[in-house]
C-alpha cells in the first residue's frame, strides 16, 4: 500500500468529474461527528456515476491512514454513486477526494453486472456495457444503475446514526443560485457550469431527444453510431468546417454516453462556450440541418 497518497480533506474542496479515476481515496460527513470513507472502483456504463465501495472504517475527523484502508472491509454491497452531483457539482452533502491509490486495479470486475429497467423488460450490463435481457426476478442479483446522491444517508442508517451537517440547506441553496447562475439546468440535455479555473460543457447523450437525433443520424450514415465518442466525432468537424474559432483552446473527453469539452477561464473563451452552447441547441433541435451535414460529409468523417 505504499503507493497510496493521502492530502487529506482541506486540500481540494472539488474535483471536476473529467478527473475522478479508479482508485481515488474519497471521504464524506455523515454528521458533523462522524466521517466515512470509500474508494473510486470503475466509471459505471451511465452518464456521470462511478462505482464505488465504501469501507467500514469510519473517524471524528477526516482522516485514514494508509493501514486503515489495507485492513478495511466493505461495509455494503457495492454502489453506483452520482458522482458529478457529489464531487463535481456538490450538489449534496460534503465529499471530496481525499487521496489516490496509483496504479489501482480493480479485481473481480469480470463478474460485476449492473441492471436497469428498459420500458416493461429488464436488463444487465458488464462493464464494458453489453446487454443481455432478464427477468424481473434476476434483476435482484445485479447492482441497480440508478445513481444515488443520498448514499451517505443510507449509510447513517446502517450505522444507527443521525444524518445531520449544519447548515445543510443553506449550502444547497447556496448552490442551486449559483448553478442557476452558470446556466446549469438538470431537464436539459446541454449543462454549461464554470469556476475559477475553467469552463465545461456536457450533453447527456442519454437524454431522449439527443438519442432521437442520434437515430436518425445512423439512418443517414450507418457508421455513424452516436455515442459520446461519435458526437465528439462530429462535432469537431462540424466545427472545423464552419466555426474553427471555437476549436480554439478546447479540450474534449467523451465517455461512452456523455460529451464533454473544456476550456481554461478567460473572457475570450467564455464567449466561445456559450456560442458553442448555442450551436449544439440549433443542430440538435433542428436536426434536419444536421442531418444534411451528416449526408453530405459522413463519408469523409472518421467516427469512432
Same mark, same amino acid.
Given at each position: 500500500?505504499?503507493?497510496?497518497?493521502?492530502?487529506?480533506?482541506?486540500?481540494?474542496?472539488?474535483?471536476?468529474?473529467?478527473?475522478?479515476?479508479?482508485?481515488?481515496?474519497?471521504?464524506?460527513?455523515?454528521?458533523?461527528?462522524?466521517?466515512?470513507? *470509500?474508494?473510486?472502483?470503475?466509471?459505471?456504463?451511465?452518464?456521470?456515476?462511478?462505482?464505488?465501495?465504501?469501507?467500514?472504517?469510519?473517524?471524528?475527523?477526516?482522516? %485514514? *491512514?494508509?493501514?486503515?484502508?489495507?485492513?478495511?472491509?466493505?461495509?455494503?454491497?457495492?454502489?453506483?454513486?452520482?458522482?458529478?452531483?457529489?464531487?463535481?457539482?456538490?450538489?449534496?452533502?460534503?465529499?471530496?477526494?481525499?487521496?489516490?491509490?496509483?496504479?489501482? +486495479?480493480?479485481?473481480?470486475?469480470?463478474?460485476?453486472?449492473?441492471?436497469?429497467?428498459? *420500458?416493461?423488460?429488464?436488463?444487465?450490463?458488464?462493464?464494458? *456495457?453489453?446487454?443481455?435481457?432478464?427477468?424481473?426476478?434476476?434483476?435482484?442479483?445485479?447492482?441497480?444503475?440508478?445513481?444515488?446522491? +443520498?448514499?451517505?444517508?443510507?449509510?447513517?442508517?446502517?450505522?444507527?446514526?443521525? @444524518?445531520?451537517?449544519?447548515?445543510?440547506?443553506?449550502?444547497?441553496?447556496?448552490?442551486?443560485?449559483?448553478?442557476?447562475?452558470?446556466?446549469?439546468?438538470?431537464?436539459?440535455? %446541454?449543462?454549461?457550469?464554470?469556476?475559477?479555473?475553467?469552463?465545461?460543457?456536457?450533453?447527456?447523450?442519454?437524454?431522449?431527444?439527443?438519442?432521437?437525433?442520434?437515430?436518425?443520424?445512423?439512418?443517414?450514415?450507418?457508421?455513424?453510431?452516436?455515442?459520446?465518442?461519435?458526437?465528439?466525432?462530429?462535432?469537431?468537424? @462540424?466545427?472545423?468546417?464552419?466555426?474553427?474559432? %471555437?476549436?480554439?483552446?478546447?479540450?474534449?473527453?467523451?465517455?461512452?454516453?456523455?460529451?464533454?469539452?473544456?476550456?481554461?477561464?478567460?473572457?475570450?473563451?467564455?464567449?466561445?462556450?456559450?456560442?458553442?452552447?448555442?450551436?449544439?441547441?440549433?443542430?440538435?433541435?433542428?436536426?434536419?440541418?444536421?442531418?444534411?451535414?451528416?449526408?453530405?460529409?459522413?463519408?469523409?468523417?472518421?467516427?469512432?
Amino acid at each position: 500500500m505504499s503507493n497510496i497518497k493521502i492530502w487529506g480533506w482541506e486540500k481540494k474542496e472539488r474535483t471536476m468529474f473529467r478527473f475522478i479515476k479508479p482508485g481515488d481515496i474519497f471521504c464524506f460527513k455523515c454528521n458533523e461527528q462522524m466521517y466515512c470513507f *470509500g474508494r473510486i472502483l470503475i466509471l459505471a456504463p451511465t452518464l456521470s456515476g462511478h462505482l464505488v465501495e465504501i469501507f467500514d472504517y469510519t473517524s471524528t475527523n477526516a482522516v %485514514i *491512514g494508509k493501514e486503515d484502508i489495507e485492513n478495511a472491509s466493505r461495509m455494503m454491497e457495492l454502489v453506483v454513486v452520482s458522482s458529478y452531483i457529489l464531487f463535481d457539482q456538490k450538489l449534496h452533502g460534503d465529499w471530496r477526494i481525499i487521496g489516490y491509490q496509483e496504479d489501482y +486495479n480493480p479485481k473481480e470486475l469480470e463478474n460485476i453486472y449492473f441492471t436497469y429497467s428498459a *420500458g416493461y423488460t429488464y436488463e444487465k450490463l458488464d462493464i464494458y *456495457g453489453n446487454k443481455t435481457p432478464i427477468d424481473e426476478e434476476e434483476r435482484c442479483k445485479y447492482i441497480a444503475l440508478d445513481q444515488r446522491a +443520498n448514499i451517505d444517508m443510507e449509510v447513517s442508517e446502517y450505522l444507527g446514526v443521525e @444524518y445531520k451537517v449544519d447548515n445543510q440547506w443553506e449550502m444547497h441553496k447556496a448552490l442551486e443560485d449559483d448553478t442557476e447562475e452558470n446556466g446549469v439546468n438538470e431537464n436539459d440535455y %446541454i449543462s454549461f457550469f464554470k469556476d475559477d479555473e475553467s469552463i465545461e460543457i456536457c450533453i447527456d447523450v442519454g437524454d431522449e431527444k439527443v438519442m432521437e437525433v442520434g437515430e436518425k443520424i445512423s439512418a443517414v450514415n450507418e457508421d455513424a453510431y452516436m455515442n459520446g465518442y461519435n458526437w465528439d466525432v462530429l462535432l469537431s468537424y @462540424y466545427l472545423e468546417k464552419n466555426e474553427p474559432d %471555437i476549436l480554439k483552446e478546447m479540450e474534449t473527453d467523451p465517455e461512452a454516453d456523455m460529451y464533454a469539452a473544456f476550456y481554461p477561464l478567460t473572457s475570450e473563451n467564455e464567449s466561445r462556450a456559450e456560442r458553442f452552447v448555442e450551436i449544439i441547441r440549433s443542430l440538435i433541435e433542428q436536426d434536419e440541418k444536421l442531418c444534411q451535414f451528416v449526408k453530405e460529409e459522413g463519408d469523409v468523417i472518421e467516427w469512432d
